[in-house]
């Protein structure tokens, strides 16, 4: 493996065995697997999970990293072909991520959308830019529409507490104060959808994830066995669920237009993900979330601190998914 | 030891046998002692001393670190119980500090007082509620109303200058442009009085530290044979002084009214301590401060360029004192 | 060693051997040599290169790290001797400096020009007060008007590509959309004459370097056998040149002046380098930039793109020489 960049980059067996190798270095640690090996973290944007376990992930494996935060401790990087840098960016990621590449034997870049023009995010186009002059392993800690590290921390989570192959997996919608990037509910719909799971997304109108996003989930549960569906009704999507995964994302229809997805969203407040959302779900249902996640706005707590969620679980297994990558790009 | 986050919750001989250890650390280095090991720091406020000595100390011990600063690369905390999230903060202590601790061996946790309200504060209110979803071993690198770090490194440094047990320490406010927390002049009147001095708060009208901070010290007073009591009049208070430890802090009867504070500090510019503080004191009076210190405002350069200041000795001692702390919990 | 604070701090013969252990280095790596072995970085200001080589040469040789950026996540450092600290300093560089030099065992500091009066930063005024203050091996990150590791580095960059000693060599003004420091070109023009070269500067009108750096630049070709000559004519400076090194700077006769500046570049656009430069120059002419460059501002996508461009190479090249740097100080 040269690169992890998309969990669709990998066939159903691949991500099996990346998984059993994350079990294994659970249970026989390797803390000299990556001596002499250093890892560049590159965050566009905030973090604390990807930020802190990809360190923790280095250091367990006897390797180590160095963060690089453009904009903050670092100059502004120009991500445009072409540009006339006569703005805020001091430096080209055509120069400068070719650089930190060189120093450091793998590097792992995180770049939201832009979040102007949906199909210049579904496109990737920033990031296939960055990866496109990184010649050395490369790990996506979050793009416009993708985050494969959430999405295998989220398997093996599934595995862990006995979800079968053929569950009812909804994504839902959940609300938040602001547009969020589709970046974890693309990754997600994939992920259940690969894993061959019954998907159903569950959104309000002009929530709907782009054709793309759906196309290339529907096309993994295609190969795995699964289906997916998306919806807005929510009785009929949680009748009989056996995970509820609640993401907050920003409106598709009024993309890069923060005032009409506000407007659309403040018809939204009762997408706080609530106790009685399970009343007919499967008995055990799961509640999961990748974090952050905004209390009795998107989730209650009744729900977070209550026994069906397993989102610390997901987010420690950020950590032991992710050392498995490091692993193979590595070891 | 599982958790250091007060020095009185330790007895005397404690700190006694804690600051034996990190002498032999320093005689005796033992650099593979915490190999493997992780520390997370969580800043939620400016370090320099804290934020270099641990990772230098986990460094020097073997182990390695990682910084987490929310609202600087990372999401602002919520940490109030029940909030409903729809302002800056994106993220709750109760996810964040679980998942980073399930990342890491132990964590430091630095987070200042709100300032706001007294009772608040000197509950420890925040701090609490972090340290109750903490299950790691823990170290306090400063709180509302403590610093149990820098009150280790000082015992340790008027260890080493052979200041006696039944010394007279004068704890002195100084002055300072703006409030600033009580967490190091309560940390350092109850060092002195467990360590057994005989303790003076030096304090213009106003400035009285609160009820709860003088009744704790007093109790570790009684215990060590030592004394505390507090005054306004310099003169009585720097006779016959063998430490003089000044320290800025807010008013306490203006707690959370900085225009309040202001008014009162406005008559208070000559509580920058200068070397004719020293006239009365005993023969080779010790200068102390925790740092970072306000030159010619808290304290003149004369005093902190001249021979009895230990400011630095102090600083390099909370390396020394903090790699003992590391040691106890994690080797 | 003790320090590394100036190129000329080091004969051409010092230099030579550093070169040479840096190369002795990349062959042989030594990946134990500085093994328990820490460097504090201090940034006074961004960076992207110094800020990920310094910590990856450090982790390449066996040791580590910190870093420490005043004004964001650890208090704004105050410089003035004397100084009354009611503003927005809280700690001064004799405590700051002095502290975290007692917990590394080297530290790199990074401290820009102030860019207001010339003189004082043409004496190193602010960088001499804090290597005053140092006790432990030090290097330089970039000061007022030197950036020694740069220099090394692209030292190194002109042996491995096969520049001849008695080559020419011209340092090329470039447009900006802002004023930027004279620390670079100052350093390489002195590193050039250093080395031997036939060293022109080209830049127009208000931009001449300082007589006092032009001074030194020619004392070194004296000692050197190479030659130091200034103009702001492009067609007499790029004829037969064997490289071409162009880097923004700020004006000196409109030093501090930003408006004076801006009336003065906004007649300069076409100081941004574009292939067509070269045409009379020798053949196989070398581009350098030390980076971070405006793209299409000070050098057009052509140059950096194109066959001649070597600035990635000078860029690995920080890590390379660094290492024989910490090397020499440190092992």
């Given at each position: 493996m040269k690169r992890f960049l998309d969990l669709a980059d990998l066939s159903r067996d691949e991500v099996l065995d990346l998984l059993a190798l994350a079990r294994r270095l659970e249970a026989h640690p390797e803390p000299r697997a990556l001596a002499g090996k250093i890892l560049g973290l590159v965050f566009f944007n905030p973090s604390l999970r990807t930020l802190a376990s990809f360190q923790v992930g280095m250091q367990r494996l006897g390797g180590s990293s160095f963060v690089i935060t453009p904009g903050q401790g670092t100059w502004q990087l120009e991500t445009r072909?072409?540009?006339?840098?006569?703005?805020?960016?001091?430096?080209h990621i055509r120069e400068g991520l070719p650089v930190l590449a060189s120093y450091a034997d793998a590097l792992g870049i995180r770049a939201f959308a832009e979040g102007k023009d949906l199909a210049h995010d579904v496109a990737e186009t920033s990031f296939k830019a960055m990866a496109g002059v990184v010649h050395k392993p490369l790990?996506?800690?979050?793009?416009a529409v993708n985050h494969p590290c959430q999405s295998l921390a989220d398997w093996k989570t599934l595995d862990e507490v006995g979800v079968p192959q053929r569950a009812k997996f909804v994504l839902s919608w959940a609300n938040h104060p602001r547009v969020t990037p589709i970046a974890v509910p693309a990754a997600t719909v994939h992920m259940a959808a690969h894993r061959g799971m019954e998907v159903v997304v569950l959104r309000p109108e002009g929530y709907a994830l782009p054709p793309a996003i759906m196309d290339k989930a529907r096309a993994a549960a295609a190969a795995s066995g699964g289906s997916v569906r998306e919806t807005d009704d929510r009785a009929d999507a949680l009748a009989g669920a056996h995970v509820v995964y609640a993401k907050e994302w920003g409106s598709t229809t009024h993309y890069g237009d923060a005032a009409g997805d506000a407007a659309l969203r403040?018809?939204?407040?009762?997408?706080?993900?609530?106790?009685?959302?399970?009343?007919?779900?499967?008995?055990?249902c799961k509640f999961m979330h990748c974090l952050p996640v905004r209390r009795n706005v998107a989730v209650a707590d009744e729900v977070l601190d209550?026994?069906?969620?397993?989102v610390l679980r997901e987010a420690h297994n950020r950590l032991t998914a992710q050392m498995a990558v490091l692993y193979r790009l590595l070891a």
């Open positions: 072909t072409g540009a006339v840098m006569d703005g805020a960016c001091a430096e790990i996506n800690l979050e793009s403040a018809g939204l407040k009762d997408w706080c993900v609530r106790e009685d959302w399970f009343a007919t779900a499967a008995a055990g209550g026994p069906r969620s397993i």
